[in-house]
């Protein structure tokens, strides 16, 4: 039998219970994205019960200094997990409450929840450079060429591409990618938004052969990666026909892990990072990347501007000092007073071309080696 779990709907109270139905339509009223409302239906059943064991049996007597408790609870881990949350964490059970309140029309009690904010932390952006990520791209090709667990190397691959979510990639569909225009496009589930780019030449015969490989197992013909192909037990609680997130989390950390270079350990979601930095350190604009990870450009500005100095600062730093790229005429045939625009250069850590080295890997012809069925990832 499968352990009881830590927070039961059969735990709230019947005022909290009504509060949390009411919280679920409200949901409903927004058109929530399903996975939206998943996390948001758990975060609301946990801090509901978080707020019950501060001895909150209703929402009606819920108080200021009843939220404040709970987020200094959050902190120090003296909730029903004994684990610390982020602020980010934090802020999202905030949002489930005042999903909650609102549900109930609780004017009073949302005015001094919605003038709290969490604590300003450091923001956690890290990204692999551009040689390291080759590093583990070289790696990922040769464990296609030996036949070594071709679905993880088939899931850096597309992570170095597009970098989906995890859920996402343990999902992913063929339909979404179309390898006779090499473009890859889906939808995100978090948010409904539509993540599309092109794929690199030279990583079209690798999915061509691995394509083709798991065609005839079941679940191949739809799903990128198989439950059956990747040598998943029968243990899950319900069955699919597809790998989970885990999964993708555990194979994305051995290519990475496997590469023979200098590869920081970073999570898997380093690889949205990566990407972003990847694109905005070339002077792309923050509209492409946002059409590539599924996010609003705002969000990718809010997440990256302190990080990269883009053209577009550097063009707006142009016009405001004026002065500042023009030198005197001094040592000259022109006048004195004459003052010479000079160039500047913005120059790139990576400054290389990736795509230089389609077409000349070995494995590019038409007899690329397949992939036994069935196969271990």
């Known amino acids: 039998m499968g352990r009881k779990p830590q927070y039961p709907e059969s735990d709230l109270s019947n005022p909290w219970r009504i509060a949390f139905e009411a919280g ?32 909150v049996e209703d929402p009606a007597s819920l108080d200021e ?15 029903r997990t004994e684990q610390p949350l982020e602020e980010n964490t934090i802020r999202k059970r905030k949002e489930a409450l005042t999903q909650m309140l609102s549900g109930m029309n609780m004017t009073e009690h949302l005015e001094f929840l919605r003038e709290w904010k969490p604590k300003v932390v450091e923001k956690d952006v890290r990204w692999w450079t551009r040689e390291q990520m080759e590093a583990m791209n070289k790696r990922a090709i040769q464990m296609l060429r030996n036949g070594e667990k071709p679905a993880r190397a088939i899931a850096h691959l597309l992570h170095f591409q597009i970098a989906p979510r995890r ?32 794929i690199e030449p030279r990583l079209i015969p690798l999915l061509r052969a691995y394509k ?4 005839h197992v079941k679940g191949g013909e739809v799903y990128v990666f198989p439950s059956s192909a990747a040598g998943t037990s029968g243990t899950t ?21 496997s590469t023979p270079f200098d590869i920081p350990q970073y999570s898997s979601h380093s690889y949205r990072h990566s990407l972003a930095m990847r694109y905005l350190n070339t002077n792309g604009r923050l509209e492409d990347v946002a059409s590539i990870l599924g996010d609003k450009a705002s969000t990718i500005e809010s997440h990256y ?19 500042a790229t023009k030198v005197g ?22 400054d290389f071309d990736m795509s230089r080295t389609a077409g000349s890997h070995p494995w590019m012809g038409t007899d690329a080696p397949g992939f036994e069925p069935g196969s271990s990832a």
């Open 237 to 257: 609680k319900t069955e699919r026909l597809h790998v989970t997130d885990k999964s993708i989390a555990t194979w994305l950390a051995y290519v990475r892990d």
């Open 65 to 79: 200094q009843s939220w404040i408790n709970l987020a200094a609870a959050y902190r120090t881990g003296s909730q």
């Open 24 to 55: 679920v339509r409200k949901g409903n009223i927004r058109n929530q994205q399903k996975k939206t409302t998943q996390v948001m239906r758990r975060a609301m059943l946990t801090v509901a019960l978080d707020l019950q064991d501060l001895g």
């Open 212 to 215: 083709a490989s798991i065609a």
């Open 167 to 198: 859920d996402d990639t343990a999902s992913f569909k063929w339909e979404w990618i179309n390898l006779d225009e090499a473009m890859i496009r889906f939808r995100a589930s978090k948010n409904g938004k539509i993540c599309q780019v092109r």
């Open 329 to 350: 005429s001094e040592g000259t045939v022109q006048p004195e007073w004459l003052m010479r625009p000079v160039g500047f250069t913005s120059p790139h850590p990576y």
């Open 305 to 323: 501007s302190e990080y990269v100095y883009t053209k577009a600062s550097d063009d707006a730093w142009r016009r405001a000092h004026t002065h």
